[in-house]
């Protein structure tokens, strides 16, 4: 087992990230973008926080803009946390994302390079040229297995969502492995509420489609705090889905879940799981030193991206405030 890292190795860099929090977006700052009279003055506050000057304010410059965002923080973490598994939570979904645009493209004949991104563990063109067969190359074992798995499924079914589903699980068994070698509580934590999440999603929309717990059964994920048998008996009893999370971190999610299996929107739904990640990072700031920090930071960052891409987007399309405000999910300062 690998040796578990003292929370004294991460004191500079604790340091360091307290610092970078005071310049995360908060929800005044969301506000004021949200107010700006147009999308180029909602930028300019972007760069009052630091982000870089745009000439021209479109979705591909913006799209551009939060990609290089996204790998300078990822960069910068790279030289200094001491385990780099703590930064593998935050590049292998980039791994995954990358694996589906590919094999989708591959079973569609649609060129979709355009779709990839540069901010995992490989680049790009190493996953493109292991899937081609144009070279050898050494991936991730369970990436790779989790690759064949999809493309078996995706030729047999002709279905992406259950590509998708193949992959994600060979994803979420991965960052389940990534936290048990770190030894981190709270990196354990956080994957599980992650997992957590996602299989409520799975069920709300699995449900919504009028589908029950056999359509269900091999597309929940291991290894959350809600065990997949008890999810499944659940919506095979027809049981009503807010009492099997009462009184957990989804209790409010499970609420929107279930209007929207009833027929409601999906927007609060999606916004309160999200929230219970939010939620469950902030522990972190009372957290002298240590690892958790970190964690909860790069968390943090990826929800500010998520953010700032749900605004822009929304201003450039011309949507009224008071919609764009209902998809935001909360501020982590």
């Not at 999200?274 to 970190?294: C, K, L, M, Q, W």
Request: glycine share 6%; aromatic share 6%; proline share 3%.
């Amino acid at each position: 087992m690998d040796e578990k890292r003292r929370d004294t190795d991460y004191l500079f860099l604790t340091t360091r990230v307290r610092a970078l929090e005071c310049a995360l977006l908060d929800r005044g700052k969301m506000d004021q973008m949200l107010e700006a009279p147009t999308p180029e003055d909602a930028a300019r506050i972007l760069t009052d926080c630091g982000y870089p000057e745009l000439e021209t304010v479109t979705g591909e410059t913006i799209g551009e803009m939060l990609s290089r965002e996204r790998a300078r923080t990822l960069q910068d973490m790279k030289e200094l946390v001491p385990d780099p598994a703590i930064l593998a939570v935050f590049q292998i979904q980039h791994d995954y994302h990358n694996g589906k645009v590919l094999l989708k493209s591959e079973a569609t004949g649609v060129k979709a390079d355009h779709l990839l991104v540069d901010t995992g563990r490989i680049p790009a063109e190493m996953l493109v040229a292991a899937l081609r067969g144009d070279e050898l190359v050494d991936l991730p074992v369970m990436l790779w297995e989790g690759l064949q798995e999809a493309r078996q499924v995706l030729a047999a079914t002709k279905d992406p969502q259950l590509g998708d589903f193949a992959l994600d699980r060979y994803y979420f068994q991965e960052l389940r492995e990534i936290a048990k070698k770190t030894q981190s509580t709270f990196l354990t934590g956080y994957v599980q509420r992650s997992i957590d999440t996602a299989n409520l999603r799975t069920v709300v929309r699995v449900l919504r489609m009028g589908k029950g717990s056999e359509f269900l059964d091999g597309t929940l994920f291991e290894g959350g705090t809600m065990e997949v048998g008890r999810i499944l008996a659940s919506v095979n009893t027809g049981s009503v889905l807010e009492e099997l999370y009462v009184s957990t971190p989804l209790e409010k999610a499970a609420e929107a879940g279930a209007a929207a299996v009833r027929g409601e929107s999906l927007t609060l739904f999606e916004k309160l799981c999200d929230n219970t990640i939010i939620d469950y990072i902030r522990e972190a700031r009372f957290v002298s030193f240590g690892e958790a920090p970190v964690i909860a930071y790069l968390a943090a960052k990826e929800a500010e991206i998520i953010a700032i891409r749900i605004i822009m987007t929304g201003c450039l399309a011309g949507l009224p405030t008071n919609v764009i405000r209902e998809r935001l999910r909360e501020a982590y300062v």
